[in-house]
């Protein structure tokens, strides 16, 4: 329980003060959904095509979003924070799933995610398991069964359910990690170089930073780091989070996108 609560905190460190604008961002990509699924099915058919220089074969080679066009890396680019967040959150919505890694001092998680019908997101850590299907979500509470979230709990269970739930709603949309790029200026190209986690979809992508610490309504993020690949997926993401004095290092590690994942019904579980 120590981890969970541990788990807890950190989700409210990344998250603080993100969920309205994450909000604004999935109204407006919801609109594009339909599209997006269809042409992930072209997608998913067409043979892979030959990979740029440094980077893998993956699942994911949807078509390159218009809010991306006039977005080029290269060596001491700079490039501005709020559209790299709004092509960043085009191409992971055109995508049409993914599936990362977070890790932070307490805990290590594994998130599944996909857009359509509703957005929906499966994730596992050593202390427990949430579903979210759209506006319901459950959480499976360690020892126990599956607790869904309510605006009313009526016990313990189901007031550390709710509220697991409700921040991992915020935590693992993708497009929060999006809309934290607006949040600096701009952000500098360093190089194209290797993804420090091994697990993530590629080896080697483009790393960027932002030009100072990052303010999110009362979190400050620190240490920043990203790396995307040129088709403006992203492959690896680190910062530290402060707020009221504590802190906490989270990385995101994105391991594959476009491919089919499962959101399993806690009914079947």
């Known amino acids: 329980m120590k981890k969970l609560f541990g788990i807890v905190f950190c989700v ?16 407006e990509n919801n609109e594009k959904t339909a599209e997006t699924e269809v042409e992930q099915e072209v997608v998913d058919n067409e043979e892979e095509s030959e990979k740029e220089v440094g980077e893998e ?15 080029l890396f290269e060596t001491g680019a700079v490039i ?23 890790i ?8 599944d995610f996909k857009w359509t019908p509703d957005f929906s997101m499966y994730v596992e850590s050593e202390d427990s398991t949430v579903i979210v299907d759209g506006d319901k979500g459950w959480m499976k509470i360690p020892g126990g069964g599956w607790v869904e979230e309510t605006d009313e ?8 359910a709710s509220n697991v739930v409700k921040l991992t709603r915020v935590f693992g949309y993708p497009l929060t990690i999006a809309e934290n790029f607006a949040q600096s200026p701009t952000w500098h190209v360093v ?3 290797p993804v ?7 080896d080697t992508a483009w790393h ?14 620190t240490d920043v780091q990203l790396w995307v690949t040129s088709n403006y997926l992203g492959a690896y993401y680190i910062a530290t989070a402060t707020i009221s004095g504590l802190s906490d290092t989270t990385s995101n590690t994105f391991l594959q996108w476009g491919e089919p994942v499962d959101i399993p019904s806690p009914t079947a579980n």
């Open 12 to 27: 409210m460190l990344l998250t603080a003060c993100s969920s309205n604008n994450s909000a604004v961002l999935k109204e």
């Open 57 to 71: 074969n993956t699942g994911a080679n949807p078509p390159l979003p218009v809010s991306c066009e006039g977005i």
């Open 80 to 102: 501005d924070g709020k559209n790299l967040a709004t092509c960043m959150g085009d191409a992971m919505v055109a995508a049409g799933s993914g599936s990362h890694k977070v």
């Open 104 to 111: 932070s001092s307490n805990a290590t998680s594994k998130v």
């Open 153 to 160: 709990p009526n016990d313990a269970d189901e007031v550390i």
């Open 191 to 193: 190089e194209q170089g």
């Open 196 to 202: 420090p986690d091994a697990d993530a979809f590629v």
């Open 208 to 221: 960027l930073a932002p030009e100072g610490p990052i303010n999110v309504g009362g979190a400050v993020l």
